[in-house]
């Protein structure tokens, strides 16, 4: 398939119109992957008090509020989930004989907001962990999406299965803005989050398989610019859509005009030639090459389509390989730790960037503007300096910018965004490292059981960064103080890691279990080098404003004669992966 793609042009008109057909939905996939920032957006509240009516306003007589709202030390700020008994309207002094009680009722400040789920299901105080659970179990439906859809794609075709994610997700996406109970709502959250991977990862993967692998990074990178384009996007209609049910319908609503692609996409001729489908795929390349006006021979064409009846399956490996030797167990639990720490410092501190203070729609684009250096520079430095030095220095940065923050003065709100998104930028840029570093450190027998593994792993981090965004009620900045050790410490173990640069990629689990054992000189000349490296790449980097599957693109550059096998070795790592971002 490549050599085809080579003849017709790896990033044709004929792949670029394909492309961009398949690349919007990722703005559907971004907008609502996110969401819940302002469909479940944080406001103020206080007790609503006996003489009050339902439709109260937040602000109350500052004499009358110190008389009947407890002070709230640790916040510093008064009590929102408690009152003083026996306080009445006309009260001038507080009873003797009034008690601190719970609130019964509450009083929201919509001064910002004007609608949240957080009023409608009443998500504060002892119900603040469930507004936490509601993106937790869209994190869950993420990773059963991943898997069930990934599966489905593979036994039924990309075209039907991306069809039914589609209508699933517009079905499930409009209707939850009507339910009026939580429980139901988390439910349809749940399949949302399982539709939604559906539609991204077939989407992905169809795009990717029709590009040569020497324009996978240009593909990569723009497909980026669309993920970003649908972060910017959704700041902008949640600016300027007050009710968090219309947000939820306008969000979802435009996937329908994806519909008609099932009639107008073609089915994946990889997919096709897998099935034996061979007829099918032919008529698939034929038309790609008229696109591309490229004159291509019919026995180039039948040599594609028919190259897996001469292919031999190899030899597949299983979950439990990959502890059952010491060296590759270590690698693996450093690696399965690296995934955890990276998805769940990267969305929590894309989930928590309404408790920073400031205007909250500009903190969530900042947030989104600051991958697209991230990764920019993350693709400079993969093949210049490698992968396990950028990936400590940026895990390390991070740490050390989010850690920071508990020494920021209280009300220097500028201060905290700044250091929170620079952390952002850096944890961007190492989740994108650790796949590709992934990728290779594992060999190939269990390549794509360790790389689904380690996704998995992730999902479970990403589940658990909204309750530790909770924390932010008792101290403002201990979420990024817990994101920051977590990070620090995967740095710090990511110099375990074997560096992977201009290496050949282990085939065998022995090859694993050997791989990175220092034994070659280029090993022990990696090693003496390690500090400087580290050193010089931490004084050039500086603050600047679902983990890129562009970047395992990086290992199919085209190969120099000095490292024919090396290339050789490495291109099967993108083919197993091209669902990466996933």
Same mark, same amino acid.
């Given at each position: ?161 991306? =069809? ?5 997700? @517009?079905? +499930? $996406? #409009?209707?939850?803005? %009507? ?5 139901? &709502? *988390? ?22 398989? =029709? ?5 996978? @990074?240009? +593909? $990569? #990178?723009?497909?980026? %610019? ?5 972060? &910017? *996007? ?22 329908? =005009? ?5 009639? @107008? ?318």
């Amino acid at each position: 398939m490549e050599g085809f793609l080579e003849k017709i042009g790896e990033f044709g008109p004929y792949q670029r119109q394909m492309f961009l057909l398949l690349s919007l939905p990722t703005i559907i996939v971004s907008m609502q992957k996110l969401a819940w920032v302002f469909l479940g957006a944080k406001l103020d509240h206080r007790c609503r008090l006996s003489w009050e009516e339902e439709n109260a306003t937040f602000a109350m007589d500052p004499a009358l509020w110190n008389l009947s709202i407890p002070w709230d030390a640790a916040r510093e700020a008064p009590d929102q989930c408690s009152m003083w008994s026996n306080v009445t309207e006309d009260s001038t002094s507080r009873p003797n004989n009034s008690i601190i009680m719970p609130c019964d009722a509450f009083v929201y400040d919509t001064s910002t907001y004007k609608t949240s789920a957080v009023i409608d299901y009443e998500l504060v105080c002892d119900r603040s962990w469930l507004r936490a659970n509601v993106q937790s179990v869209y994190m869950v439906g993420m990773l059963v999406g991943s898997y069930l859809f990934g599966d489905l794609s593979d036994r039924f075709g990309r075209k039907p299965v991306f =069809l039914s994610a589609l209508v699933l997700m @517009v079905v +499930v $996406g #409009v209707g939850q803005a %009507a339910i009026p109970e939580y429980y139901t &709502f *988390t439910t349809l959250r749940f399949v949302l989050g399982a539709s939604l991977q559906g539609v991204f990862l077939v989407a992905y993967v169809m795009a990717m398989e =029709l590009v040569g692998k020497k324009r996978r @990074v240009l +593909v $990569g #990178v723009l497909a980026q %610019a669309f993920y970003t384009v649908g972060y &910017f *996007t959704a700041a902008m209609l949640a600016w300027g859509i007050p009710s968090w049910r219309w947000l939820q319908i306008t969000m979802t609503l435009p996937a329908v =005009l994806f519909i008609p692609y099932y009639w @107008v996409i073609p089915e994946s001729s990889r997919w096709l030639i897998s099935k034996g489908r061979a007829a099918e795929a032919k008529v698939i390349l034929e038309k790609a090459a008229k696109v591309n006006k490229k004159e291509v021979s019919e026995e180039m064409i039948l040599q594609v389509v028919e190259l897996p009846k001469t292919m031999k399956d190899s030899g597949k490996g299983n979950f439990l390989d990959l502890f059952r030797y010491p060296n590759l167990r270590r690698k693996t639990l450093n690696i399965f730790f690296n995934w955890f720490v990276n998805s769940g410092v990267y969305y929590g501190l894309s989930l928590n960037t309404g408790n920073l203070g400031g205007n909250d729609y500009l903190n969530f684009t900042i947030s989104g503007a600051v991958e697209l250096p991230a990764h920019a520079l993350t693709i400079l430095l993969l093949d210049r300096v490698g992968r396990r030095i950028p990936l400590c220095a940026f895990l390390l940065l991070g740490g050390v910018s989010l850690l920071s923050t508990m020494f920021i003065p209280a009300g220097t709100t500028w201060l905290l965004i700044c250091t929170s998104m620079f952390g952002k930028f850096c944890i961007t840029a190492s989740y994108a490292i650790i796949y590709v570093l992934t990728a290779e450190i594992f060999p190939t027998v269990v390549r794509n059981v360790g790389v689904g593994a380690s996704s998995m792993v992730a999902r479970v981090g990403g589940a658990l960064a909204p309750f530790v965004n909770l924390l932010s009620d008792q101290w403002q900045p201990l979420p990024l103080i817990i994101f920051g050790a977590m990070a620090f410490a995967a740095g710090t173990l990511s110099l375990l890691l074997p560096e992977t640069l201009n290496r050949r990629l282990p085939e065998t689990i022995e090859d694993g279990e050997n791989f990175g054992r220092g034994s070659t000189e280029r090993d022990t000349a990696a090693m003496t080098a390690d500090a400087d490296q580290l050193q010089n790449l931490t004084e050039q980097l500086s603050p600047v404003s679902e983990h890129s599957p562009t970047l395992l693109a990086k290992n199919n550059r085209t190969p120099s004669l000095a490292e024919p096998q090396q290339d050789e070795e490495r291109n099967p790592v993108l083919n197993e992966q091209e669902d990466a971002r996933c």
